[in-house]
């Protein structure tokens, strides 16, 4: 909401550059894709490191004889 309403203030006082930001949001986000997707992949990779040093410690906590 915060966006649009910058969008809506930069319309009012130049809208060449609103009408330029609205064109060029979809290839900007279009050229960033791969990087998030890269960010989710290397965020799954922590967490499944994170898992498996985690997995002795979790292990003994968990024991049902105590």
């Given amino acids: 909401m915060l ?3 910058l969008w809506l203030v930069v319309l009012f006082l130049c809208w060449p550059l609103a009408l330029l930001a609205l064109l060029l949001y979809p290839l900007v986000w279009l050229l960033l894709l791969p990087f998030r997707l890269v ?4 965020e799954a990779v922590f967490e499944l490191l ?3 040093v985690m997995l002795p410690a979790r ?8």
């Fill in 3 to 5: 966006s649009f309403l």
């Fill in 50 to 52: 994170r898992a498996i």
């Fill in 59 to 66: 292990v003994l906590r968990s024991s049902p004889g105590r």
């Fill in 39 to 42: 960010g989710i992949g290397v």
